[in-house]
């Protein structure tokens, strides 16, 4: 558990950092602006090495991860279906659309879905502490972001051509259908359909 705990800590505390502009300006200042970020890629790769080590070793040790509650079977379906649109979020993050300006922050709101589908069908410890924290991060984040767009605009966005809409819902189709079909089993462990 206290690995999974450190990844979670060491991966939140890294991502505080640019929800606090002062922080954050601070240490660009210090640093140089390269250098910050090649910090903040590193702590983030570490944090998530942690956690996805510290997870996969309390899954296989029995007794050290107890559940919490069992999941009935009708939330897979409902989690299948939740993670459909998280896929696409997350590409719609990276991808110039009308989508990523309608939702304004798709990463975070891909984030909150994941979180939430994976919560429906998890209800050991790690599962609730992994995914619960996604989740509560996700959304200080979000909040976070549009009190700081209350103060004055983050950047304009300006969606880009029709054809990245099909782009972002393509590519998020593909990936949830790659991780439905083979990517979950392979990366993570558990088959979706086991």
């Not at 929800?19 to 970020?37: A, I, S």
């Not at 007794?63 to 896929?87: C, E, H, Q, S, Y």
């Not at 589908?117 to 996700?138: E, K, Q």
Request: hydrophobic residues 55%.
């Amino acid at each position: 558990m206290l690995l999974l705990l450190v990844g979670l800590a060491v991966f939140f505390a890294i991502h505080v950092v640019p929800t606090q502009p002062d922080l954050r300006t601070g240490l660009v200042k210090r640093f140089g602006e390269t250098t910050y970020k090649g910090l903040f890629a590193v702590l983030s790769i570490a944090g998530l090495a942690l956690i996805i080590f510290g997870y996969g070793k309390l899954q296989g040790t029995p007794g050290k991860n107890p559940d919490l509650w069992f999941p009935p079977a009708w939330t897979r379906p409902i989690a299948m279906l939740v993670m459909l649109p998280a896929m696409v979020f997350l590409v719609a993050a990276n991808v110039p659309s009308r989508i990523r300006d309608a939702v304004k922050h798709p990463m975070l709101l891909g984030v909150i879905l994941w979180a939430l589908a994976h919560l429906l069908v998890n209800g050991d410890l790690a599962s609730v502490i992994l995914f619960g924290s996604f989740f509560a991060w996700a959304v200080f984040d979000l909040i976070s972001v549009r009190r700081r767009a209350a103060l004055g605009p983050l950047g304009s966005r300006k969606g880009g051509p029709i054809v990245n809409e099909v782009i972002v819902v393509g590519a998020g189709v593909g990936l949830y259908l790659l991780f439905v079909s083979w990517a979950h089993k392979v990366l993570i462990g558990v088959s979706i359909f086991g």
